[in-house]
């Protein structure tokens, strides 16, 4: 069963950036999709930022401009670059994949089975 790995969270100022990676431990395919997801505490799993293997991206309206996610498929990570954070980014970040991805853009849970334990991204005023 592929895993995954999320690494890079913690705490900082808003204004601030993080940089996100998460690592799968095998093979996935060769027209998987990787995703980031958050959650915080209340509140909804919503889907943050999408990428393809041929590097097509989809992000959330509100974090548009402000992250950037990328991938090297030779390693099967990807990267959630986080600037400009603002106190509403707190959550915990999930790293998502699979080798099934028709309606990937649409960044809903259902669609990744391959999740990582998540990570904590704490912004503070």
């Known amino acids: 069963q592929v895993q995954m790995m999320e690494s890079g969270g913690g705490s900082v100022q808003s204004g601030g950036s993080l940089r996100l990676s998460c690592a799968a431990s095998?093979?996935?395919?060769?027209?998987?999709?990787m995703a980031w997801f958050r959650q915080a505490p209340g509140k909804e799993r919503e889907g943050v930022a999408g990428i393809d293997s041929d590097g097509t991206t989809n992000y959330l309206n509100s974090v548009q401009g402000r992250f950037t996610i990328s991938q090297d498929n030779a390693k099967m990570t990807m990267y959630l670059q986080m600037n400009s954070l603002k106190v509403e980014d707190t959550a915990i970040y999930y790293c998502a994949a699979d080798s099934r991805c028709n309606g990937w853009w649409l960044l809903r849970t259902e669609s990744f089975g391959y999740w990582g334990q998540g990570t904590q991204v704490t912004v503070s005023s």
């Open positions: 095998e093979y996935i395919g060769s027209s998987y999709c």
